[in-house]
C-alpha cells in the first residue's frame, strides 16, 4: 500500500527489546527561530542561520537512524514550516508533501493528540510543532523505553530536538501506556 509520501506503509518493526512495532510517531520541535520583530507577530518568525543548520541536521540524522516518516503533519507557524523544509531537503522529499494544521500552534498537547489519532492509520508519523505542547505529550508517552534517551528527554526538549517512540498498535488507538522512547535526538547530538 502507498502512503502519503509514497514510501510504502505496510512493514513490521521489531523494537531493540524485540517487540514488534506497528507503528512509529516522531515529535519535532521546531529548529532556532529568531525573536519577533518589533510590531511582528510570534507567528511569523523565521529560523535563524542556526536554525536552518539545525533543521537539515536533524533530517539527516532522521535518514541516518532509519526514522522515516509515511505522514508528515507541521505547524503553519513560519518556523515550523522552515524547519520541515529543512529535513525534508535531508530526507529526500519535497517540502509540500506536509499537511498543515493549524491546531499545532497555540494549542495544548490534547491537540497533538488527537492529530496523532486522526492521522493513526500512518505506520510513521511526523508531527512538527512547539513547546510546551510537544515537550508535555512527549513526557507522558516516555514512560517506557530506551533509558539514556529518557534521561536526555528529562533534561528538557531543545529546539529541533527530535522524540521517537514506537507503539505495537495503530496510532488511533495508542495511548500513553503503549509508547516506548526508542531514542531523543538533538542535532548537537545526532
Given at each position: 500500500m502507498a502512503d502519503a509520501l509514497g514510501t510504502g506503509s505496510d512493514t513490521v518493526?521489531?523494537?531493540p527489546d524485540g517487540e514488534t512495532t506497528m507503528s512509529r510517531l516522531f515529535l519535532l520541535r521546531h529548529a532556532k527561530a529568531a525573536w519577533a520583530e518589533p510590531g511582528g507577530r510570534d507567528y511569523d518568525r523565521a529560523l535563524t542561520e542556526d536554525g536552518?543548520?539545525?533543521?537539515?541536521?536533524?533530517?539527516?540524522?532522521?535518514r541516518a537512524g532509519g526514522h522515516v516518516p509515511s505522514v508528515v503533519v507541521c505547524s503553519p507557524a513560519r518556523r515550523a514550516l522552515e524547519t520541515w523544509q529543512g529535513?525534508?531537503?535531508?530526507l529526500g522529499y519535497k517540502p509540500g508533501q506536509a499537511l498543515m494544521s493549524g491546531s499545532l500552534y497555540g494549542s495544548d498537547p490534547g491537540a497533538y493528540l488527537t492529530?496523532?489519532?486522526?492521522?493513526?492509520?500512518a505506520d510513521a508519523l511526523l508531527i512538527i510543532g512547539h513547546n510546551p505542547m510537544i515537550e508535555e505529550l512527549a513526557f507522558a508517552f516516555a514512560r517506557h523505553g530506551d533509558e539514556e534517551a529518557r534521561q536526555r528527554l528529562a533534561r528538557g526538549f531543545p529546539t529541533a530536538g527530535l522524540a521517537v517512540f514506537s507503539?505495537?498498535?495503530?496510532?488511533?488507538e495508542a495511548s500513553a501506556a503503549d509508547a516506548r522512547l526508542d531514542a531523543f535526538l538533538t542535532p548537537e547530538r545526532a
Open positions: 518493526r521489531v523494537a536552518r543548520d539545525q533543521a537539515v541536521a536533524i533530517g539527516a540524522a532522521m529535513v525534508a531537503t535531508a492529530i496523532m489519532r486522526n492521522n493513526g492509520d507503539f505495537a498498535k495503530p496510532l488511533f
